[in-house]
């Protein structure tokens, strides 16, 4: 799904890219990048691609930390047009203070004209929780134009893999501020990792 909108958008809307004269936009293969992670940590039910399965209490440390590199996509309920966003996100945990950092940004996607565009900004995840339950909050602004979205929320999720190698949270229900009107929306965070022994 997160590739289909993307390409139909990319196509639709005339590249864009760093080489005009390749007809490439470079934001084709943050896409690919994207969709090939998804499927690897969620699966998808209706091609029969099986995800990670949930990593087992047992399985998460608790001492160490870790990055974990993937995305985040975005869907605000724009009256307009949908607003549909991609961006890079790493999260960063302290299994031994059971703490969550991290960071998202370079954000690109659909404006509510459909143009597709890029996002300036950071959305930041400044407090979170291992245990019981991985959660973290994030608060940011993005940009575009004349355009802001303002976000403060938290997502909640789970570790993946076992051994443990992913994550994914979402805030289905989330809410965000655009050019000062609250609006619904629904954002959700993928990342892998690599432990150290």
């Known amino acids: 799904m997160i590739k289909f909108l993307a390409l139909a958008c990319l196509a639709g809307c005339g590249g864009g890219g760093d080489d005009p004269g390749s007809g490439i ?4 293969a943050r896409i690919d990048a994207y969709d090939m992670q998804r499927l690897r940590v969620l699966g998808d039910a209706e091609t029969g691609v099986a ?5 087992p209490a047992v399985g998460v440390p ?5 990055d974990f590199d993937g995305f985040a996509t975005i869907r605000v309920e724009n009256t307009a047009a949908p607003l549909v966003l991609y961006g890079d996100s790493v999260v960063t945990i302290s299994f ?6 991290g960071t998202m940004d370079a954000f690109f996607g659909t404006n509510d ?4 565009v890029d996002y300036t900004g950071t959305i930041t995840i400044d407090a979170g929780a291992v245990s019981p339950d991985l959660s973290f909050d994030y608060a940011g602004a993005l940009t575009e134009g004349a355009n802001t979205l303002v976000f403060d929320g938290t997502l909640t ?32 965070v993928v990342g892998e990792t690599v432990l150290s022994p």
């Open 113 to 116: 004209s459909g143009a597709l």
């Open 62 to 66: 608790v001492v160490g930390s870790a």
């Open 25 to 28: 936009d470079p934001r084709v």
């Open 96 to 101: 031994a203070q059971g703490s969550v950092t």
């Open 157 to 188: 999720g789970m570790f993946l893999g076992d051994p443990l190698a992913a994550l994914a949270a979402s805030e289905l229900d989330a809410a965000v501020y655009y050019n000062g009107t609250l609006v619904d929306a629904t954002f959700v």
């Open 51 to 55: 995800g990670m399965d949930p990593t």
